[in-house]
């Protein structure tokens, strides 16, 4: 497995010092490098990251005012910084580590192996296999007639009818409904196994949609697709799961 990693990152004695580090693993490519909001929310969305290191302080903004405008889906996210203040807002984000500074590369390899498993169980298909295929010989999972999920201390019930959608944050899944999102804690591949692959489809090694909703699908460069739901939302399909979706949406 190759991380493909991302840099958002003010201080140039910080990057530099950040790549070094990051150099000495040879599965890593640095796909993205930036020191600002602007350039990340610019490059992120089309850089394919796995992962993106992020410090808190950008100049006049923050990483969280980055993450309210990035659009989904996120890579994993790592926060690099000097401020250990922000570390209960980081896990309200689903991030995966957070890097105090200065850090040596025992920490650095630590957080490294957190992402490859985290990526091993969001991705655990070869990329060669037929999905459509390999669900059908599954046996029918067992499907939760609702999902209970924390949310500010309380436990929510939220009915498994009301989620649209769920996309995979970290070391949480989002659950999207009409009304709002909710954070679960659990993988999206663990949660897929107990749910109705006819019902609902894993589109994305980070999405999985209901199939009622979807309204229409877009094809896009290299095989890719996007789906536009009932809710207007938009969700990318990669070409090694379009071939998940119903016939009659998969297009060419």
Not at 11 to 22: F, I, T
Not at 36 to 61: K, M, T, W, Y
Not at 104 to 116: G, H, N, Q, V, Y
Not at 207 to 221: F, M, Y
Request: charged share 30%; hydrophobic share 45%; net charge negative.
């Amino acid at each position: 497995m190759t991380l493909r990693l991302a840099i958002v990152e003010d201080e140039a004695p910080a990057r530099a010092r950040l790549k070094r580090l990051l150099d000495m693993h040879p599965d890593v490519e640095l796909v993205l490098e930036v020191d600002g909001l602007r350039e990340a929310l610019n490059g992120l969305p089309q850089s394919g990251a796995d992962a993106v290191f992020l410090d808190i302080a950008l100049g006049h903004a923050t990483a969280f005012d980055l993450l309210d405008r990035l659009p989904e889906p996120w890579p994993l996210i790592v926060f690099a910084t000097a401020y250990h203040e922000h570390a209960l807002r980081a896990f309200d984000v689903a991030a995966v580590d957070y890097l105090l500074k200065p850090f040596d590369d025992r920490r650095l390899a630590a957080t490294l192996d957190r992402l490859r498993e985290r990526l091993a169980e969001t991705d655990p298909l070869p990329a060669d296999e037929d999905v459509r295929r390999v669900k059908a010989a599954m046996p029918d999972p067992p499907e939760p007639p609702q999902l209970v999920v924390h949310d500010r201390g309380r436990r929510v019930v939220v009915p498994l009818e009301d989620v649209v959608r769920m996309a995979s944050c970290g070391n949480y899944v989002e659950l999207h409904t009409a009304e709002r999102r909710y954070l679960m804690r659990t993988t999206l591949t663990r949660l897929a196994q107990r749910l109705d692959p006819a019902r609902y489809l894993r589109v994305h090694r980070q999405h999985l949609v209901r199939a009622d909703q979807i309204a229409a699908l877009a094809p896009r460069a290299h095989g890719d697709a996007e789906l536009t739901l009932r809710d207007g939302s938009i969700v990318l399909v990669s070409r090694r799961y379009r071939e998940a979706l119903p016939e009659a949406l998969r297009g060419r």
